[in-house]
């Protein structure tokens, strides 16, 4: 293989593949450099991005996370709703009455009342009315509790927001790091291949000139087709990472190019909380606060509809203009009154309606036991994970140093006559395999520290920060 062509490869590799020929979704990234790649004539923008400015697309992409925000926009108009209820109401209202009747006044024979002169004494009399009626509740434990239950509902409603977004957070997390995993396993690729195609292309001239082993070309060349099935299965790997990314995001996005050169020198630090700590963290889990929101629910639901046993008393102030064609039916006055309400029987439907918000009570206390549970089950998995993960990225360290030293040592013996070109292989694929499963160990490792972070309420934005500090920090 060529230069150039090697060259071309490598780029178009580390590009995005599958999206060539396919057109910008929508515009770029703000301080986000494109990389342009060329094939068939054909120039395609890719823009690089970090974790933040990932998360920033996805955020501004997500439906879920966009409808988590106007539920909870929505939710909180429950509040006012239900304080409402408890503050006068100012109610206004007017009519019209015709009326055509018979009655003493209109009966001709009855000389003590009918008088011709009189309008109601021919019968049809017209009416109009207007009135201001202002209601005060004095006491009612039933609305009390409905306000309540509104700001639970709230509380509930933010949890579920900050549930959504936290696990936006991880999401965008595990398909970035799983992205730049899979440019790392093609970068990996390329340079084994590109090393195999070098001693390939070597051990041919030395065959040709007679000076050659023909086992050892036969095996350089199979190796070299088993590299170059390795480099198809990472590019296929590749795409699919990053139709993800663009189905997540809406745009062609990619890490910086230094991230996949020099991720393998990247150094972690131990986890320093115990299993204990992490449990005792998991009460913070979002959807464990939500299902304590939805308990406290139930609860104001519970005495609110026990609260059916008690009176209400409201208060009640109102004004009445009345005019009549009748001078007796004329009216204007003010009325003040205190109306007491107390059901004393409904059939039982009271006490059915109590036992029901009991039981929904029970169920959503049970349903937050086991969400805690099963926060705690996956805090357990993921610390003795990344307890493993550390351990082994240690070793996989020492396995690199060593692997480098060995390729050096090989070079050299070859140099000098010492050792064939299958040890220098040998060589640099011990060491491009040590630093593919480093590499793969690393993600692994980062996203069982997201876990413990999502699963304890912990996973903000500002921690995919800190990873792009973790990456920037690595010279390129």
């Known amino acids: 293989m060529k230069i150039k062509q090697k060259q071309r490869l490598y780029a178009l590799a580390l590009a995005c593949l599958p999206l060539f020929s ?6 770029p990234l703000v301080s986000a450099p494109l990389v342009l790649t060329q094939t068939n004539n054909q120039i395609t923008a890719v823009e690089t991005a970090t974790f933040e400015q990932v998360l920033q697309a996805a955020m ?3 439906s879920e996370y966009r409808a988590a925000r106007y539920t909870l926009e929505g939710e909180r108009q429950e509040i006012s709703m239900a304080r409402s209820q408890l503050l006068p109401r100012l109610a206004f209202g007017a009519g019209y009455t015709y009326e055509d009747t018979d009655n003493i006044y209109t009966d001709k024979d009855n000389t003590n009342y009918y008088k011709e002169d009189d309008v ?8 109009n009315y207007w009135r201001f009626n202002i209601r005060q509740p004095i006491f009612d434990r039933s609305l009390n509790q409905d306000l309540n239950r509104a700001k639970n509902q709230v509380t509930a409603a933010e949890h579920r927001y900050q549930q959504v977004k936290q696990q936006l957070v991880f999401k965008v997390a595990d398909v970035w790091l799983n992205l730049l995993y899979a440019q790392m396993q093609v970068h990996f690729s390329l340079e084994n291949l590109e090393s195999l195609d070098l001693r390939l292309a070597q051990a041919e001239r030395q065959d040709q000139l007679g000076v050659g082993d023909q086992l050892e070309l036969l095996d350089i060349s199979a190796r070299r087709d088993l590299a170059q099935a390795d480099l198809l299965a990472a590019q296929s790997e590749l795409s699919e990472k990053l139709l993800e990314i663009q189905l997540m995001s809406g745009r062609k996005l990619l890490p910086p190019a230094h991230w996949v050169t020099t991720a393998h020198q990247l150094e972690v630090t131990q986890q320093p909380q115990s ?7 998991a009460i913070g889990n979002q959807a ?4 304590l929101a939805r308990v406290a629910m139930a609860e104001s639901t519970r ?6 046993h008690y009176p209400t008393l409201n208060l009640d102030l109102d004004y009445t203009n009345r005019s009549s064609d009748d001078e007796f039916r004329e009216k204007e006055g003010f009325t003040a009154s205190l109306n007491l309400s107390l059901e004393l029987y409904g059939g039982g439907r009271t006490s059915s309606a109590l036992r029901q918000a009991q039981a929904r009570l029970n169920a959503e206390q049970a349903q937050a036991d086991k969400v805690v549970l099963d926060a705690q089950q996956m805090i357990a998995v993921a610390w003795a994970k990344q307890q493993n993960l550390y351990q082994r990225l240690q070793a996989l360290k020492n396995s690199m140093l060593s692997a480098e030293g060995y390729q050096q040592a090989a070079t050299r013996g070859e140099t000098l006559g010492l050792k064939s070109q299958v040890d220098v292989v040998e060589a640099n694929a011990r060491l491009f395999q040590a630093r593919e499963r480093h590499a793969e160990a690393l993600v692994a490792y980062l996203l069982s520290d997201l876990r413990l972070h999502l699963e304890t309420g912990q996973l903000e934005p500002s921690k995919l920060q800190e990873y792009d500090q973790l990456f920037n920090q690595l010279n390129p």
């Open 288 to 291: 464990y606060q939500e299902q």
């Open 120 to 127: 109601r004494s021919s019968g049809k009399i017209h009416d």
């Open 303 to 308: 005495l609110a509809k026990r609260a059916g």
């Open 60 to 62: 501004n992409h997500d």
């Open 22 to 27: 396919a057109p910008l979704v929508s515009a």
């Open 275 to 281: 299993i204990e700590a992490w449990n005792k963290q």
